[in-house]
């Protein structure tokens, strides 16, 4: 899965930057000078125009999940990505024998953000959302977060 991934995102980053090239090469051949070209320096503008954001959008999407590989130690639940951070869901057991929502990402988290991000997606509702099968066991396990609030 990750060499698919690796190549989808080789294709976008090539497909990104054949975009934004042409669609600057079409902006960059305009000739306004000429008043009966008028209509065809319109459409060939508003082209270059949308390749260039066609191709920014491309390379955008290709670099968006460059971030190293999360190891959790835990059973993993799946991802989301909130505010910038790219985080993974998992839940780990805790030496007293109790199950524990926890959220990992590859950048650093402080307990404090993890906690301010649990607290965020449990009261907006997200939790029951993004795993309605495991919601009420869900909102029992993220207690800690709320401790002290």
């Excluded at 670099?63 to 190891?71: E, M, R, S, Y």
């Excluded at 990402?105 to 607290?119: G, K, Y």
Aim: hydrophobic letters at 45%.
């Amino acid at each position: 899965m990750q060499t698919r991934h690796k190549k989808w995102g080789l294709f976008h980053i090539l497909l990104g930057f054949f975009a934004l090239t042409s669609g600057f090469i079409l902006v960059g051949i305009l000739n306004w000078e000429s008043s009966t070209y008028l209509a065809v320096n319109l459409i060939i503008g508003l082209l270059g125009t949308a390749l260039c954001i066609a191709g920014f959008r491309l390379l955008l999407v290709a670099t968006a999940d460059d971030g190293a590989p999360i190891d959790v130690d835990g059973t993993e639940l799946g991802c989301v990505k909130l505010n910038g951070y790219y985080l993974v869901a998992y839940e780990r057991e805790t030496p007293d024998g109790r199950k524990q929502f926890r959220l990992a990402s590859w950048r650093t988290l402080t307990p404090e953000r993890e906690a301010a991000f649990i607290r965020y997606l449990a009261l907006e509702g997200f939790l029951g959302s993004l795993w309605p099968e495991m919601k009420e066991r869900l909102q029992e396990e993220t207690e800690w977060a709320f401790q002290g609030y």
